[in-house]
């Protein structure tokens, strides 16, 4: 093999679906690529010291090793941005991102996200992340039908400070959300173990046995009816966990397409990042950063 070849050793551990193919593991667990790209990506693959197929299944204890071509190379434009920005330093920046704002790049997004606004408003930006091609500081995420609160740094150095926080769950997050029906209780703690759906790969469902933990604190801040404001605060950090937990309590978030397509409507998914308590670079306390209700929660609470 020759060229620009990257390799990726790894030993499966903790497979949450029995006889998962290769393909599926490249793109659903490793998130290396899309599926789609698999094919056109993945030069040659070695299973526990033989040359096996993408269609090969796994399990745990197999030794994986993956190597695979170099993605295209990709030109990040800036582009002019009417960011909603919350708060700014030297550091970094805390925005309040709109629904339907695509963070950073991706299959299908190759401009109009967040990362382009970032790299018109930060001038030395793209300087300061040169081998950062796709996220350069992007601290974390929200989903694209998600809005609300969202740091992002300037330099590396502020951006590894954040991740930090992150990775330990120091941040503190509040959520609020419009959701179907009647909770419960008035309050409660949803103490799950989340693992993707086996009839449907883009989701994802609770498991009592199999996945990862997630744990959301809810609490109902008005009733009415049919539907419920609720504030969540999520204390582990899982794809899609407010969405499943509200689920898993018949309580899906309106809007919500994916989890309970009866629910669509224009208003998009009812679910937003309200608050944030983190640590920003040079500080020695949190600071509390809040992104007011968007209008169309107002609208729907109003009306």
């Known amino acids: 093999m020759t060229g620009n070849i990257q390799s990726l050793k790894q030993e499966i551990k903790e497979l949450e679906t029995a006889g998962l193919r290769i393909d599926r593991y490249i793109s659903e ?19 526990n010291g033989k040359r096996v197929k993408l269609a090969k299944k796994l399990k ?8 695979y071509n170099d993605p295209p190379p990709v030109e990040l434009e800036p582009e002019a941005m009417d960011l909603d920005i919350l708060f700014e330093n030297q ?16 299959c299908g997004h190759s401009s109009g996200t967040l990362v382009n606004g970032l790299l018109y408003h930060v001038k030395d930006l793209k300087k300061d992340f040169a081998e950062e091609a796709i996220r350069p500081g992007i601290v974390h995420r929200l989903d ?9 740094a300037k330099s590396r150095e502020a951006q590894e400070f954040l991740c930090r926080q992150f990775r330990e769950r120091k941040v503190k997050k509040q959520y609020l959300a419009i959701v179907k029906g009647t909770l419960p209780a008035p309050s409660g703690r ?10 449907n790969r883009k989701r994802y469902t609770c498991s009592m046995s199999r996945g990862k933990r997630a744990v959301t604190k809810y609490r109902v801040l008005k009733n009415f009816g049919s539907y419920s404001l609720v504030s969540l605060r999520p204390l582990t ?4 966990q407010l969405r499943v937990h509200m689920l898993y309590l018949d309580c899906p978030i309106l809007g919500d397409s994916l989890y309970h397509p ?3 409507s224009d208003r998009g998914l009812m679910l937003h990042a309200y608050r944030l308590l983190i640590t920003l670079p040079g500080e020695k306390k949190p600071g509390k950063f809040r992104a007011p209700l968007p209008r169309r929660f107002k609208e729907l609470l109003v009306g």
């Open 29 to 47: 667990e490793l998130k290396l690529f899309s599926r789609s790209q698999v094919r056109s990506r993945v030069v040659q693959i070695v299973l």
């Open 60 to 67: 745990n204890g197999d030794l994986l090793e993956i190597f």
């Open 91 to 106: 550091h970094c920046l805390v925005i309040n991102k709109p629904r339907g704002l695509v963070v950073h790049p991706g």
């Open 144 to 152: 694209r039908d998600t809005s609300g609160v969202l740091v992002a």
């Open 190 to 199: 949803i103490d799950t173990r989340i693992t993707r759906d086996p009839l």
């Open 237 to 240: 950090g899982r794809t899609h």
């Open 262 to 264: 009866g629910s669509s």
